[in-house]
């Protein structure tokens, strides 16, 4: 166990829906960061929150969004939903903008 | 851009043979590099990590990792391999001289054999 939570563990929902998920980071960690896990593009980096505040982005869509509320947890909005967006997103959390990360077991998603 | 090239998609050992996982990466300055282990319905656990000194690095579960600079190479090693093993592993290098933008290869899929 990492310490790192992400809830729901499964998500099923049509085309069109917005989503939302959520990550809590270990206890003490500021940094939080997205990760999309697909079999045609594996695993990439979405996006990354120190301490409420963005710190890096990576191939995030434009319809997707995230935020770090003050207690430091995250949330990843998923709006517009494609087929293609049924994958695994993992949350992982570090105490600062580098270090080790521990993740998350990840919510999979999938879009009908 | 960086990249990481794992190019065995599937690999099976039997128990107790000795394992090596080929990454090559591709980036224009000293990377940070990286293997995680990813069992079914888990998340990724880091096994080592490389960021600069020794080229041998040790890390858990028994695992190492060599780096190459001439090769481009970051091969994970493990002497004799136990069923728990069998799981997927992930070589990924950090993006920007730090580790908080990684990037990963697609990673290796390893069955073990009784």
């Known amino acids: 166990d990492s310490g790192v939570t992400q809830t729901p563990k499964h998500l099923i929902t049509a085309t069109g829906q917005r989503v939302t998920l959520r990550c809590s980071p270990r206890s003490g960690d500021l940094s939080v960061y997205w990760y999309q896990q697909s079999l045609d593009q594996g695993l990439q980096f979405l996006i990354q929150y120190y301490n409420g505040e963005e710190r890096a982005k990576g191939n995030i869509l434009e319809r997707f969004s995230a935020q770090q509320f003050p207690d430091l947890h995250s949330e990843l909005n998923l709006s517009s939903l494609e087929l293609g967006d049924s994958a695994l997103y993992f949350c992982a959390s570090s105490v600062g903008v580098g270090g080790e990360k521990y993740f998350g077991p990840g919510t999979r998603l999938t879009v009908t | 851009a960086q990249s990481v090239t794992q190019p065995d998609i599937h690999i099976t050992v039997s128990e107790g043979a000795s394992l090596e996982l080929r990454c090559n990466y591709s980036y224009g300055a000293t990377p940070y590099l990286f293997w995680y282990v990813q069992s079914p319905g888990q998340g990724l656990q880091l096994l080592l990590k490389?960021?600069?000194?020794?080229?041998l690095v040790q890390g858990i579960k028994g695992f190492e990792a060599e780096f190459k600079r001439s090769q481009s190479s970051f091969n994970l090693r493990k002497p004799s391999v136990h069923w728990s093993d069998a799981a997927e592993y992930f070589c990924a290098v950090g993006e920007g001289g730090s580790n908080y933008k990684l990037t990963f290869g697609k990673g290796t899929l390893l069955t073990v054999n009784p």
């Open positions: 490389y960021f600069s000194g020794d080229t």
